[in-house]
Nanobody, 115 residues
Framework: QVRLVESGGGLVQPGGSLRLSCAAS????????MDWYRQTPGKERELVAR???????NYTDSVKGRFTISRDNVRNALFLQMSNLKPEDTARYYC?????????WGQGTQVTVSS
């Protein structure tokens, strides 16, 4: 069974930084694209960043230049380094992958950007 467990969220002031982590198990991690999504109440879940097995990365426009997605295929871990955080980045952040055509999600980690 695929399991994704996020950590690293918290309360941070505008302009601050956070690093999110996602521990993955139950799949051959290095073979699969991995994503970070985020969601705020009443809104659809939004794709923030994606990294494929070869390391190519994509970002939604609002985080380009501020967020960096990375992966450690030895430790089966996914990361999201977030810098210059803005109040509009406040959301619950989720780790995601699709394995054998099934979507798997972690439980999420809350990021709140506020002074």
């Amino acid at each position: 069974q695929v399991r994704l467990v996020e950590s690293g969220g918290g309360l941070v002031q505008p302009g601050g930084s956070l690093r999110l982590s996602c521990a993955a198990s139950g799949l051959n991690f290095r073979l699969y694209p991995m994503d970070w999504y985020r969601q705020t109440p009443g809104k659809e879940r939004e794709l923030v960043a994606r990294i494929i097995s070869g390391g190519s990365r994509n970002y939604t426009d609002s985080v380009k230049g501020r967020f960096t997605i990375s992966r450690d295929n030895v430790r089966n871990a996914l990361f999201l380094q977030m810098s210059n955080l803005k109040p509009e980045d406040t959301a619950r952040y989720y780790c995601h992958t699709k394995y054998r055509e099934i979507d798997f999600w972690g439980q999420g980690t809350q990021v709140t950007v506020s002074s």
